[in-house]
């Protein structure tokens, strides 16, 4: 049964061109997360929704932005890709409670620039 | 974000037990936990413990922490070879942010 759900699988996008990755959930979490992990490196955390309410990091660059229009969806917006965005990008979701909330993850999309 | 930090890799022989390393600097991490990413699969909770508790075991699964030391570790006894795979511990202080560590790749030997 697919909860994180993560269209498409593998994006290619050309340098500067707006590139939008999707994700759904069938979980009915309040907490949509976004991350970014290059190879060989942590997942970093761009940002996340709490229901309606948008928390960026502090790093995450202006380049990246992000839309929740319901429970179920929420898109990652790269305006203008560069080579140093290629990556996989992962979604998971949480039930926003404290503690000791488990996040489940999407199988992520890899992002190519070319 | 905070730094969580991991050794790289690590390999094992099949059928010994396995142990990953984790420092955190944020002294006010709440919860802690263990995710698996196996290649091309998005991260999988195996484990997590709250910052009060000392040790937590799970089947073959046993979390240790020195809260003292900010440090994390996670035993696989009777490491299997379907156990290869990234770990990563992660810390958060809210349940809701959560800071991932570099990750380490353990390799099981048959």
């Known amino acids: 049964d697919a909860m994180v759900i993560q269209n498409p699988r593998y994006q290619v996008t050309q340098f500067g061109k707006p590139v939008t990755l999707s994700c759904s959930q069938t979980l009915n979490h309040n907490v949509m997360y976004w991350y970014q992990q290059k190879s060989s490196q942590a997942p970093k955390l761009l940002f996340h929704y709490y229901d309606k309410d948008f928390n960026n990091e502090a790093d995450t660059p202006d380049n990246f932005q992000s839309r929740r229009p319901n429970t179920s969806f929420c898109f990652l917006d790269i305006r203008s890709p560069g080579l140093g965005d290629a990556a996989m990008y992962l979604c998971a979701t949480s039930r926003g409670k404290l503690g000791g909330n488990e996040q489940f993850f999407g199988p992520g999309t890899r992002l190519t620039v070319l | 974000g905070e730094d969580v930090e991991q050794s790289l890799f690590l390999s094992v022989r099949e059928g010994d037990s396995s142990v990953i390393n984790c420092t955190y600097t944020?002294?006010?991490?709440?919860?802690l936990y263990w995710y698996k990413q196996e290649p091309g699969a998005g991260l999988q909770l195996l484990t997590y413990i709250f910052s009060n508790m000392d040790m937590k075991q799970d089947q073959r699964l046993t979390v240790l922490l020195n809260k003292k030391d900010k440090h994390l570790s996670l035993r696989i006894a009777d490491t299997q070879t379907g156990d290869s795979a990234i770990y990563f511990c992660?810390?958060?202080?809210?349940?809701?942010?959560?800071?991932f560590g570099t990750g380490t790749s353990l390799t099981v030997i048959p």
């Open positions: 944020d002294s006010s991490s709440t919860y």
């Open positions: 992660a810390e958060s202080m809210t349940g809701n942010q959560f800071y």
